[in-house]
DNA sequence: ACACGATACATCGTGCACGATTTATTTTAT
DNA sequence: ATAAAATAAATCGTGCACGATGTATCGTGT
């Protein structure tokens, strides 16, 4: 009403920039991917999984899930569709009969592409592309301090981050025991 | 294999981190709010919506659309759900019978809670306060340039952004001219 | 006045995503 | 060796999210 304005606004309004902005940022990387992946009849959730296949040549449901972060029968449901699709096979594991082997369906194995593994974040990399390096420099900076502040909170709160908090540790220098 | 990385290495690694944050600071945002969500027994997508309703007292199926940036089938699908919970009404709109009229239930308008309205981003608030006052700036500053860079590219190839991209003009303290 | 395009909403089909439960198998503790 | 705990998948139910399609209603142009 005023413009004096209390010390708590200020974050409030932070917040809510920042908020908008992952659900903008996300939302994009979702439909741009969209467009790569529907030119191969797939979708990005799927094409994600194909790419991991592709990378342990055979993988477990729960492996795929610690890797993609998402629940098993998220996955579960995901492998089912693209079984469905000739994409990929299963196989009971031999050692383990509780494990089923992952693999590419020996069609897809032979023209993988290869792009279509990598893809994932193509679309990031043009968006960096348009900016100089010190500014991407800040963008990395800015994501960092946020996403290490949010595991903190994490932490703090105990919130249950089995597969779920442990993926972005890598992305420091620093990362020395636990 | 050496230690010669190329250039386009690097930014490819930012954009494989910069994906991976995006995505883990949605799921977190998602996950936090669910908790807060759930007490009240209904989702967050629900809460957005009765948050809408709520400052606007009565909004149409548009609107809303436009509002929070889902498409008109996504919001209507909500809507039925918090009306099947009583929690709203809709009444045809008697200038234009093609507009519907969503309006808090009676039942809801009283104890509205306030705070239920807002508590979108309450959860990245705690985070922001976790950070000094010149980190906070960081974090802003990253995002404003990822996500310029994103409007950036999205205008360049003519990415359909019908009620998607103009999400975030606000926050700059420039909103001069629509 | 009437046809035509635009608009607002509802509906349908598909896929993602998760939690909860179930089933089969393995591991462990006794 | 057998019972009990643990683990891996599958399955079920719910809700979100979107595009495509259908159905009224409104606005215009002629």
Redesign the interface.
Known sequence: MCDLIVKGDL??K????????????????M??LQKTAEEHGVTIPQIRVIGDVYAHKTVSIKQLSQNL?MTQSTVSDIVDRLIAKKLLVKTPNQKDKRLVDISLSPRLAEDIDESIAEL??Q?????????DPS??E??????K???S??K???LAEG?DNHN?ID??YF?EKDKRGK
Chains 1, 2 share one sequence.
């Open positions: 974050i409030l932070r917040a809510e920039f920042i908020g908008e902005s992952i659900d903008f940022l996300h939302k994009y990387t439909k741009s972060k994932t974040n679309s990031l990399v043009a968006v960096l592309d348009l900016l500014e991407q800040a963008v990395e900076k800015g994501m301090l946020l996403v502040a949010v903190e909170k994490m919130m779920f993926i972005l992305s």
